[in-house]
Structure formats: structure tokens, C-alpha cells
């Protein structure tokens, strides 16, 4: 009998790791979990992104312009993130079509570099603030880039999608979402 057990035992240790990697195949990998949501933005203050003619006079990003009163996305991009030019017409369309109020964290990028890829793809943005270093992405809890989020009219964090955006993530859940923080 021992010896039955024994042979069955690779065969039970073998079941309980394959279902194990099933359950894990469900699951979103574009699903990065997030300490920040429903909790207020970081306290940060960004400069302007140099070069870039600023929509508003004071030109960057900090805590403060995120606790106005008014629903606003925050997409974390670089002209060097390939994905973030495949999100970027999305973006655009947000700005223009829907009027959503969308704000950027500029990630470890050279000004320069930012500037002539907004020139050439276009630029939803109100504000920018430059990242050169990163830090402040650490702050918002930042994988990688693109991240986006939506932030409610108090300052805190309602939603984060890390990757890029596409049609179907934005008809399922950002859409919704800002409509009803929108009220």
C-alpha cells in the first residue's frame, strides 16, 4: 500500500502544479495590480516639458493641478515607448471627440525628443511635466510605459491600466468610468 502512495504521489504533486498554471492562464496579463487606487495622487511637481509650447501658462503637472474639481486622465508616455504610439491616436481622439481633460507624465525622455514626437503625432495633452529622471513614476507606482489613469475631481486615483490602450479597453471600462465620475 505504501508503495502504491508513493508511486501516486509525483502523479498528485504533477496535478496540483498543472492546475495551478491553468488558473494562472485566466487571468489578464495586462492586469497589473495598483497600492494607489482609491487612494490620493502622489504629492509631486513637475517642470514643463522644455520646447513645448504649453496649452496652459504654467506649463507642467503637480498634485495640485489634479485636485481642480475635473475628471482627468494621466498617461505616462515616451517618445522612444513604441506602444505609446500605438495608444497615442486614442488618446487624441478622447481629447477631441469626448472633451476629456488629458494631463502626461513625460518618462525619461530628452525634451527634444518628446517635442518632435508630439509634433508629428499630435498632442492631446494639457499639461506635461518632464520625468527626466523617473521619480515621480515611482511615486505613481509606474511599471513601465505606457500606464494610464483616471483621476476624479478630489485627487484620487479611480483606475490604472498599465500597456497600451485600445478601442475595446476604452468602450469596456474607461468610457463607463468617466461617465460616471463624471455624473
Keep these: 500500500m505504501r508503495r502504491r502512495l508513493l508511486y501516486l504521489l509525483p502523479l498528485l504533486l504533477f496535478l496540483v502544479v498543472a492546475g495551478y498554471f491553468v488558473l494562472g492562464l485566466g487571468r489578464n496579463p495586462a492586469y497589473v495590480p495598483s497600492a494607489l487606487l482609491s487612494k490620493p495622487v ?3 511637481a513637475l517642470p514643463p516639458l522644455a520646447g513645448r509650447e504649453a496649452k496652459v501658462p504654467e506649463g507642467g503637472l503637480s498634485t495640485a493641478d489634479l485636485r481642480q474639481g475635473e475628471v482627468t486622465i494621466v498617461n ?37 525628443d518628446a517635442v518632435g514626437w508630439l509634433q508629428r503625432l499630435g498632442d492631446p495633452y494639457g499639461r506635461i511635466g518632464a520625468d527626466r529622471d523617473g521619480r515621480a513614476a515611482i511615486e505613481w507606482g509606474v511599471y513601465g510605459v505606457p500606464e494610464t489613469f483616471v483621476v476624479d475631481g478630489t485627487g484620487t486615483i479611480r483606475y490604472r491600466f498599465a500597456g497600451p490602450l485600445d478601442p ?16
Aim: aromatic residues 8%.
Design 42 to 44: 502622489p504629492e509631486f
Design 76 to 112: 505616462v508616455f515616451a517618445s522612444w515607448c513604441v506602444p505609446c504610439r500605438i495608444e497615442h491616436p486614442f488618446l487624441t481622439k478622447l481629447a477631441e471627440e469626448q472633451g476629456i481633460r488629458i494631463h502626461a507624465i513625460n518618462y525619461k525622455d530628452k525634451p527634444e
Design 168 to 183: 475595446g479597453e476604452i468602450e469596456r471600462n474607461l468610457l463607463p468610468l468617466l461617465r460616471k465620475l463624471r455624473g
